[in-house]
């Protein structure tokens, strides 16, 4: 199984973990220098956590465009936000 997040969850449970892993594959972990393994189970969740955090962050993205675009049309004014997200 090819994981997005694979190297970015094992660094948020354990900062100092060593490892390699070929193509991002969950199945193909190799833990160097000692590294104490991480179950597959908490990598899975962590990873889960990441992808809805990135997912989440996303459509803020896009409800603050909409919003600022509604306001923009209604004459109303804007957040900083907001207007960040119209600035080229």
């Not at 594959?25 to 991480?38: F, R, S």
């Amino acid at each position: 199984m090819i994981i997005k997040y694979l190297g970015h969850a094992i660094k948020q449970i354990n900062p100092n973990a060593e490892f390699i892993c070929e193509e991002h594959n969950l199945d193909n972990i190799q833990w160097l220098n000692g590294t104490t393994p991480i179950a597959k189970a908490d990598i899975e969740a962590k990873i889960a956590e990441l992808d809805t955090a990135d997912e989440t962050a996303k459509q803020a993205k896009i409800d603050l465009k909409a919003s600022a675009k509604a306001k923009l049309i209604a004459g109303e004014p804007l957040t900083e936000d907001e207007a960040n997200t119209i600035v080229l």
